[in-house]
């Protein structure tokens, strides 16, 4: 381990624990929070008897437990995914285009989620897989913009970044022209189109955790299953081939996953910004660079600063709630300038 870096690496160790505690901390206290108050106890009593082999007779009334079980928790936990999804997929964006100010929506994600979801608000029917059209319409529009710019991108068997980055801002502008002319002519729908584009998990339920958990999952892990090949590649792509990495393999390998984790998230949370560009610098500023514990820190780090945020867009204004996106981008960026300012050395 080189020996600049801040913190030793069982010090890291035992500080991802205290952050993963940190988070459950965070999911119990954010249950506690809505129109209906419960008390923390009485939220962490009703958790732990769902735990197996916990047997608690229960204090609480069962609309208690239908709050906390079927309308809070699945909310939280889709908020915490998206969150972990984004600041994962931001860091590996930044490694892999040496670009500090890259995030999950440079390569199109955004703006092909965006259309796929405005159509879906335009359609005459709703209904599809269980959970609806939009997410499903999402998601299929954040992968089919990311492949169309791979395409275009991709020369020979290489896999060129700036070439991938000037497609993704020339197709994103021509979806988002796309996008802007359905919303002039949606009429009513506009309302719910602008809501969506700026994030939220007010229809958050179980059938969209289910359907995101897995695709987070295998984006997450196959990212951290690359951090060492990241490191390498910080240095220079013909040093990295030089030392045995398949520069052009990871690359495709963390595009993708880095897409799928994104895709997944947007399809269901709408267009959440700054989480991605926030929590790695963040946790870069604090920990180093070394991408064995920048991924996992920026999942978890990620996860808990959108459940704070998402608590905070349904508590300023309640029985309202304010798009999860403007509060990001309300905290995100004092916070980021109070980082720099604290810790005064390059983000690279």
Known sequence: MPPDYPLHWRR????????IVLLVIVVIF???LGSAHIPFTTTYQVLLSKLPF?????????????????????????????GAALAVAGATYQCLFRNPLADPYLIGVAQGAGLGATIGFLLPFSG???????????????????????FVARTGKTLPMTTLILAGVALGA??????????????????????????????????????????????????WLHARPLNVMMLDEEQAQQLGVDVERVKLILVLAATLA????????????????????AVRLVLGPDH??????STVAGGIFLILADSLAHSIIPPGEIPVGVITAFLGAPFFLYLLRQRKRAIF
Do not use: Q
């Open 12 to 19: 890291k160790l035992l500080a991802l624990i205290g952050l």
């Open 30 to 32: 954010a249950i506690t």
């Open 262 to 281: 994104t895709a997944a998230a947007v399809s269901f949370a709408g267009l959440i910004g700054f989480v991605g560009i926030l929590i790695p610098h």
């Open 128 to 150: 599809a897989f269980g959970f609806g059209s939009i997410p499903l319409l999402a998601f299929l529009g954040a992968i089919s913009a990311v492949m169309v710019i791979y």
């Open 292 to 297: 064995r514990f920048l991924l996992p820190f």
């Open 54 to 82: 916990i047997h608690l007779a229960p204090t609480w009334s069962e609309n208690i437990e239908t709050i906390i079980l079927d309308i809070r928790l699945p909310r939280i936990i889709l908020a915490g995914m998206v």
């Open 174 to 223: 021509f979806l988002c022209s796309i996008t802007s002319y359905l919303m002039v002519v949606a009429g009513e729908e506009l309302h719910g189109i602008v809501f969506w584009l700026l994030g939220g998990f007010s229809l958050a339920d179980w059938n969209e955790v289910k359907v995101v958990l897995p695709l987070v999952v295998i984006g997450t892990v196959i990212i």
